[in-house]
């Protein structure tokens, strides 16, 4: 199992930027791919981005394409998620999970804090 830990998150103005972490610890980060969600309140957990173990495939949900960008540097065991032009509904709870390799579906049910993202008109 690869344990995962979100940081970054913050209170940023609409237009703004953010660079969400995940720093993963225990077997090996590169054999994995790694995916973001969201879970914005009364609302059910949503894809956001993903990014195969090579680097070089990234899938993005309509919402965040454009304006986020997913990356990993697997020498440092840690994927990013740089969000620019945030807006108001980008506001949610973050989380990072390894994700299966076709279509980026989490590989297990189980999730950790997050980091919190609140965007402020």
């Known amino acids: 199992q690869v344990q995962l830990v979100e940081s970054g998150g913050g209170l940023v103005q609409a237009g703004g930027s953010l660079r969400l972490s995940c720093a993963a610890s225990?077997?090996?980060?590169?054999?994995?791919?790694v995916g973001w969600f969201r879970q914005a309140p009364g609302k059910e957990r949503e894809f956001v981005a993903g990014?195969?173990?090579?680097?070089?495939?990234?899938s993005y949900a309509d919402s965040a394409k454009g304006r986020f960008t997913i990356s990993r540097d697997n020498a440092k065991n840690t994927a990013y998620l740089q969000m620019n032009s945030l807006k108001p509904e980008d506001t949610a709870v973050y989380y990072c999970?390894?994700?299966?390799?076709?279509?980026?579906?989490?590989?297990?049910?189980?999730w950790g804090q997050g980091t919190q993202v609140t965007v402020s008109s």
């Open positions: 225990g077997r090996t980060f590169s054999n994995y791919a």
């Open positions: 990014i195969r173990w090579s680097g070089l495939s990234v």
């Open positions: 999970n390894t994700v299966r390799y076709d279509d980026y579906r989490p590989l297990k049910d189980s």
